[in-house]
T-cell receptor, first 115, second 109 residues
Framework: GAVVSQHPSRVICKSGTSVKIECRSLDFQATTMFWYRQFPKQSLMLMATSNEGSKATYEQGVEKDKFLINHASLTLSTLTVTSAHPEDSSFYIC???????????FGQGTRLTVV | RKEVEQDPGPFNVPEGATVAFNCTYS??????FFWYRQDCRKEPKLLMSVYSSGNEDGRFTAQLNRASQYISLLIRDSKLSDSATYLC??????????FGTGTRLTVIP
């Protein structure tokens, strides 16, 4: 099946710093990428949907200036958590879909801890 | 109303039991349906697609009822390794994916 690579898998950062998470589709062109956040023992929460070359669409309650999403190419999307705070500590997962495929493929997730 | 609604559980069942999950969706134009499995601290992985005629993969059976707009997943002869969260996913349009909240299953020895 298709592969989506997410990096880093784990990151610890200081409060106030920014963290960039990359999501790459390795063997297909991802016209759409989704970014999710998941707190312990809770379900996936969609943060934003991004289409290649256009601005991301953010879900209600997600600050677009805090969670910067860039989807500059068909194989790469990035999520930058700016001025991270301890409450941003979570599991962030991307998924990618193409117009040709019907299912979504997930990255391995990034566990962010802000200290 | 949410696009996809799913009972979060938890479902605690003994080994060997049969367990079923249901998921309802609101958009009648939805085209594709899936069940994903998510283990703790891991990303969701596709378990099976759901076809209109119903489909089976070993101990797992998925069904779709378009008239009532729900999909189901049946697990027979539950194993300890089936313990996970099961997510139903509905696709509407080219790339509009909607996830249920997930149903947590624990299989007890």
């Amino acid at each position: 099946g298709a592969v989506v690579s997410q990096h880093p898998s784990r990151v610890i950062c200081k409060s106030g710093t920014s963290v960039k998470i990359e999501c790459r589709s390795l063997d297909f062109q991802a016209t759409t990428m989704f970014w999710y956040r998941q707190f312990p023992k809770q379900s996936l929460m969609l943060m934003a949907t991004s289409n290649e070359g256009s601005k991301a669409t953010y879900e209600q309650g997600v600050e677009k200036d805090k969670f910067l999403i860039n989807h500059a190419s068909l194989t790469l999307s990035t999520l930058t958590v700016t001025s991270a705070h301890p409450e941003d500590s979570s599991f962030y997962i991307c998924s990618a879909a193409s117009g040709m495929a019907t299912e979504a493929f997930f990255g391995q997730g990034t566990r962010l801890t802000v200290v | 109303r949410k696009e996809v609604e799913q009972d979060p559980g938890p479902f605690n069942v003994p080994e060997g039991a049969t367990v079923a999950f249901n998921c309802t969706y609101s958009n009648s134009a939805s085209q594709s349906f899936f069940w994903y499995r998510q283990d703790c601290r891991k990303e969701p992985k596709l378990l099976m697609s759901v076809y209109s005629s119903g489909n089976e993969d070993g101990r797992f059976t998925a069904q779709l009822n378009r008239a009532s707009q729900y999909i189901s997943l049946l697990i027979r002869d539950s194993k300890l390794s089936d313990s996970a969260t099961y997510l139903c996913v509905v696709k509407t349009g080219a790339n509009n994916l909607f996830f249920g909240t997930g149903t947590r299953l624990t299989v007890i020895p």
